[in-house]
């Protein structure tokens, strides 16, 4: 197709499937080639999870609410479309975090990072943590590291080194938050894999994870250094205008990437030129309007199942078969700020399962984020539905209200009314990456390369959830696509 445009189909229009665009049409530029590129989504909303609403002076995020600072993919791409001046980070006088226990609010230890103690003294004197069950975690400086190269499950490498105390009162409860997940079934190499390389480079966990942030701590922000130093130093960030700002964005810088949106790819066939004809395209993707697309190129960023159900006639899909997902709601609730009675000194808390409520976290929003709420309102943001516990999600409206109403009542004392509710259900929503996840998604990819040449699988599915995580991997797509069509 000498001096003819390459051309891909993009199947998913969140923000893996707009990265992958972006950076597709980036990729073509420095390569000095043309690309026409197609954008796929069954929604006629553009963003998949990322889900902002504006409703009465409040920004309100129905999926994702923020992104890690530290990793750079997300900022990058903020620069590249201009919006990096809208990054805001957390209000710094809301850094404290609370945890649920014995149905009390206990505060995080400060030190605390992804669950891991970093500082000593004030894990040693914790009231969220038995005398015994903070020896055991200190254990982690004497106990070997384990010499087993093999992935393992993050909650089985939690309690092996630190006990199952603070896996189950203090780490569970923080990072099945991302998941949503059970920490025994997940995958520690494709969740928290800088957990194993502390153990392995340092001889104990703890060690490792003061040695990491003291990394970190040397780090400059990734932030632009036109913004004021507190965003810049903020672990997490969003947008003054939500998340939606990023994909707002987005669509204004895809202009000419043609979009079929309320469509499906329901199938795609793989041509031979030699049987087929010179003329026909390498691949086609066929959609549920009926429409048939040429592609030089496919990249499928649908969920783990969907893009299970596209490639499987082509190609034995049990690394994604293999990838549950876990359904969740969330239950936002704002109030008036004259009738709340309490004042936040933090941003919010997490539940350990044991605890028995109905929700498992709850966002103090307004605290939070401050360009979330009006001033004199308030904004809370409560979390329902983890591995094991997903009935809740679909109980109807009124039912899981009063359930959440019930619970932060008992937690916190709330009886105000609120001024409205947001409920969010976000049906299979959290991919569990199971033990051994990214041997078999590399294994995948392999054969993927070698038998369609320019077909790409990627997203939330494969190689980290989090949004900066799916940037990288619709960048990373971009690039590998070209590179198998191309070299
Ligand atoms: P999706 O957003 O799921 O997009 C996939 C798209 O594929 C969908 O739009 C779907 O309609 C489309 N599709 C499916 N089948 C087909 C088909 N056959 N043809 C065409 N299109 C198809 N991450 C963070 O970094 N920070 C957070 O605060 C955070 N909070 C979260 C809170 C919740 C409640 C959830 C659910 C996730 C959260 N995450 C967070 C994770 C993050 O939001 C997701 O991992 C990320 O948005 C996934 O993007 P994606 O493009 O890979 O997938």
Same mark, same amino acid.
């Given at each position: !197709?000498?001096?003819?445009? $390459? !051309? *891909?189909?993009?199947?998913?229009?969140?923000?893996?499937?707009?990265?992958?665009?972006?950076?597709?049409? &980036? +990729?073509?530029?420095?390569?000095?080639r043309?690309?026409?590129?197609?954008?796929?989504?069954?929604?006629?909303?553009?963003?998949?999870?990322?889900?902002?609403?504006?409703?009465?002076?409040?920004?309100?995020?129905?999926?994702?609410?923020s992104?890690?600072?530290?990793?750079?993919?997300?900022?990058?791409?903020?620069?590249?479309?201009?919006?990096?001046?809208?990054?805001?980070?957390?209000?710094?006088?809301?850094?404290?975090?609370?945890?649920?226990?014995k149905?009390?609010?206990?505060?995080?230890?400060?030190?605390? /990072?992804?669950?891991?103690?970093?500082?000593?003294?004030?894990?040693?004197?914790?009231?969220?943590?038995? &005398?015994?069950?903070?020896?055991?975690? *200190?254990?982690?400086?004497?106990?070997?590291?384990?010499?087993?190269?093999? $992935?393992?499950?993050?909650?089985? *490498? %939690?309690?092996? !080194?630190?006990?199952?105390?603070?896996?189950?009162?203090?780490?569970?409860p923080?990072?099945?938050?991302?998941?949503?997940?059970?920490?025994?079934?997940?995958?520690? =190499?494709?969740?928290?894999? =800088?957990?194993?390389?502390?153990?392995?480079?340092?001889?104990?966990?703890?060690?490792?994870?003061?040695?990491?942030?003291?990394?970190?701590?040397?780090?400059?922000?990734?932030?632009?250094?036109?913004?004021p130093?507190a965003?810049?130093?903020?672990?997490?960030?969003?947008?003054?205008?939500? %998340?939606?700002?990023?994909?707002?964005?987005?669509?204004?810088?895809?202009?000419d990437?043609?979009?079929?949106?309320?469509?499906?790819?329901?199938?795609?066939?793989?041509?031979?030129?030699?049987? $087929?004809? +010179?003329d026909?395209?390498?691949?086609?993707?066929?959609?549920?309007?009926?429409?048939?697309?040429?592609?030089?190129?496919?990249?499928?960023?649908?969920?783990?199942?969907?893009?299970?159900?596209?490639?499987?006639?082509?190609?034995?899909?049990?690394?994604?078969?293999?990838?549950? @997902?876990?359904?969740?709601?969330? /239950?936002?609730?704002a109030?008036?700020?004259?009738?709340?009675?309490?004042? *936040?000194d933090?941003?919010?808390?997490?539940?350990?399962?044991?605890e028995?409520?109905?929700?498992?976290?709850?966002? &103090?929003?307004?605290?939070?984020?401050?360009?979330?709420? #009006?001033?004199?309102?308030?904004?809370?943001?409560? @979390?329902?539905?983890?591995?094991?516990?997903?009935?809740?999600?679909?109980l109807?409206?009124?039912?899981?209200?009063?359930?959440? !109403?019930?619970?932060?009542?008992?937690?916190?004392?709330i009886?105000?009314? #609120?001024?409205?509710?947001?409920?969010?259900?976000?049906?299979?929503?959290?991919?569990? @990456?199971?033990?051994?996840?990214?041997?078999?998604?590399?294994?995948?990819?392999?054969?993927?390369?070698?038998?369609?040449?320019?077909?790409w699988?990627?997203?939330?599915?494969?190689?980290?959830?989090?949004?900066?995580?799916?940037?990288?991997?619709?960048?990373?797509?971009?690039?590998?696509? @070209?590179?198998?069509?191309?070299?």
């Amino acid at each position: !197709r000498e001096g003819l445009p $390459d !051309r *891909f189909v993009v199947i998913g229009g969140g923000i893996s499937g707009l990265s992958s665009a972006f950076y597709l049409l &980036w +990729e073509a530029h420095l390569r000095g080639r043309a690309a026409v590129v197609t954008l796929v989504d069954p929604s006629e909303r553009l963003g998949g999870k990322i889900n902002t609403l504006k409703r009465d002076g409040f920004v309100i995020e129905k999926g994702p609410d923020s992104f890690l600072a530290r990793k750079t993919p997300i900022i990058d791409l903020a620069r590249d479309l201009g919006i990096a001046h809208e990054l805001v980070g957390t209000n710094p006088a809301a850094k404290k975090t609370y945890i649920l226990h014995k149905g009390k609010l206990h505060a995080m230890p400060p030190g605390l /990072v992804l669950g891991i103690p970093t500082e000593i003294a004030p894990f040693a004197k914790s009231s969220l943590l038995s &005398w015994g069950g903070k020896l055991r975690a *200190f254990m982690d400086f004497l106990k070997p590291a384990s010499k087993d190269t093999d $992935d393992e499950s993050l909650g089985d *490498f %939690l309690t092996r !080194r630190l006990g199952p105390e603070v896996m189950e009162r203090v780490a569970e409860p923080l990072l099945a938050g991302i998941y949503a997940g059970d920490l025994r079934k997940l995958s520690l =190499q494709a969740t928290f894999p =800088q957990f194993k390389e502390a153990e392995r480079k340092h001889g104990s966990l703890i060690r490792g994870m003061r040695a990491n942030k003291r990394k970190a701590g040397a780090v400059p922000s990734a932030g632009p250094s036109s913004l004021p130093a507190a965003v810049r130093s903020s672990v997490f960030m969003t947008f003054r205008g939500g %998340l939606a700002t990023m994909i707002d964005a987005l669509n204004e810088a895809l202009v000419d990437v043609d979009r079929r949106l309320g469509v499906k790819a329901v199938a795609f066939r793989q041509n031979d030129p030699m049987t $087929d004809g +010179e003329d026909v395209a390498p691949y086609e993707v066929l959609l549920s309007s009926g429409e048939v697309l040429d592609a030089d190129g496919i990249v499928i960023t649908a969920p783990a199942f969907d893009a299970a159900d596209l490639l499987e006639p082509h190609i034995n899909v049990d690394a994604l078969r293999a990838v549950q @997902y876990v359904s969740v709601a969330n /239950v936002v609730m704002a109030f008036d700020k004259k009738n709340f009675g309490i004042d *936040f000194d933090g941003s919010g808390f997490v539940v350990p399962r044991s605890e028995g409520t109905t929700i498992t976290a709850c966002t &103090w929003t307004s605290a939070k984020w401050l360009h979330s709420s #009006p001033s004199n309102k308030v904004l809370l943001r409560c @979390y329902v539905g983890r591995s094991g516990d997903e009935e809740v999600v679909d109980l109807p409206d009124d039912q899981l209200t009063e359930a959440v !109403r019930k619970d932060i009542r008992d937690v916190m004392g709330i009886t105000a009314t #609120p001024l409205f509710t947001e409920i969010t259900r976000l049906h299979k929503s959290m991919p569990q @990456y199971p033990v051994g996840h990214l041997q078999e998604t590399a294994k995948l990819r392999t054969k993927l390369r070698s038998e369609m040449p320019g077909v790409w699988v990627t997203g939330a599915a494969f190689d980290g959830v989090g949004l900066p995580d799916c940037i990288r991997q619709g960048k990373e797509a971009a690039v590998g696509v @070209y590179k198998s069509l191309f070299g």
